[in-house]
């Protein structure tokens, strides 16, 4: 075995086997940014003449409330009103044709979805990527201002950077759990990393 090799060998024994104090179990998550749309639904109303439906006046369908857009006054017994979840989801999706089970107020007869205008989105989930590393923290530090050694708070992860893809190494944002030495558990963010692609491997400096 040549040094590359042998260096090659120990960087993944120690970064990677969990069986002998060197490694420990780590947990990376990304954080998705996509935000969750509530459904927009058109409602066929039927009803009294003249009846004012009220800006914001509150719709039940199925299980969820829907809050309504905008003002409208039912004329010639009929009107068309556009209602938004107030839960946002996919869950606030309704089939056309549905029919509303419970009227928000005297003078309506009957209501049922005409349409749909923007369909419900889940929120996407985070990215979890469960990895061995080594998890390493400063007990002692150096103060910038006067030079003198105070107590230190920072910690950090190495893990092979392997096992993220290639345009998805961690970054700062990122939520690590993991446990030290002790076997305490650990739940921090990233705020720097540091990869060495040479080596094959990331350094990611955390704050509690």
């Known amino acids: ?13 120690l970064l ?9 179990a780590i947990r990376f998550t990304k954080p998705n940014t996509s935000v969750a749309v509530a459904a927009i639904l058109s409602l066929s109303v039927s009803g009294t003449n003249a009846t004012v439906l009220a800006s914001n006046l509150r719709w039940k369908i199925g299980d969820y409330y829907y809050r309504q857009a905008a003002a409208v006054t039912i004329a010639d017994g009929v009107a068309v009103v556009s ?3 107030e839960v946002a989801g996919a869950d606030s999706n309704q089939d056309d044709g549905t029919v509303l089970t419970v009227l928000p107020l005297v ?3 009957s209501a049922s979805v005409a349409s749909t205008t923007r369909a419900g989105v889940d ?3 985070d990215v979890v990527y469960n990895v061995v590393g080594q998890y390493h923290r400063v007990s002692v530090d150096v103060d910038p201002g006067t030079g003198q050694t105070i107590a230190g708070k920072k910690s950090a992860v190495t893990v ?6 290639v345009n998805g190494l961690p970054d700062e944002g990122w939520q690590v759990d ?10 921090a963010k990233i705020t720097i990393a540091l990869p060495d692609l040479t080596a094959g491997r990331i350094t990611c400096l955390l704050k509690r």
């Open 83 to 85: 209602v938004v979840a």
């Open 178 to 187: 993991t446990t030290d030495i002790s076997g305490n558990a650990i739940s």
């Open 1 to 13: 075995m040549n040094l590359r090799q042998q260096a090659e060998s120990d960087n993944e024994f």
């Open 160 to 165: 092979r950077a392997s096992r993220f893809p």
């Open 107 to 109: 003078g309506v007869s």
């Open 123 to 125: 929120r996407l989930p």
């Open 16 to 24: 990677e086997d969990d069986t002998d104090g060197f490694g420990v």
